[in-house]
């Protein structure tokens, strides 16, 4: 079992910056890789960026390619997504997922960008 913990969500004006942590503990050591997802409502779940974890291989959504970066820091077995240029169309609850063998998810984190 992995347990993740987000943190980092809130209240942002348009064109501001946020940061998201998401803190891995359990059974961390087979994970593969990291990231996050996000929900807004009345729509489906969506990709936002993910990182390998051995490398630094990184992948985005085309939504936020170069406003977003995804980063990790092994030693803490946490993964942060910088955001900046936020948008209102951001506006979602963010997930953190981690590979390790099946799929984890975290309570994920709300994000408001207000126009």
């Known amino acids: 079992q992995v347990q993740l913990v987000e943190s980092g969500g809130g209240l942002v004006q348009a064109g501001g910056s946020l940061r998201l942590s998401c803190a891995a503990s359990?059974?961390?050591?087979?994970?593969?890789?990291m990231g996050w997802f996000r929900q807004a409502p009345g729509k489906e779940r969506e990709f936002v960026a993910t990182?390998?974890?051995?490398?630094?291989?990184?992948t985005y959504a085309d939504s936020v390619k170069g406003r977003f970066t995804i980063s990790r820091d092994n030693s803490k077995n946490t993964v942060y997504l910088q955001m900046n240029s936020l948008k209102p169309e951001d506006t979602a609850v963010y997930y953190c997922?981690?590979?390790?063998?099946?799929?984890?998810w975290g309570q994920g984190t709300q994000v408001t960008v207000s126009s």
């Open positions: 997922y981690a590979r390790s063998g099946l799929v984890y």
């Open positions: 359990g059974r961390t050591f087979s994970t593969s890789a």
């Open positions: 990182i390998r974890w051995s490398g630094s291989t990184t």
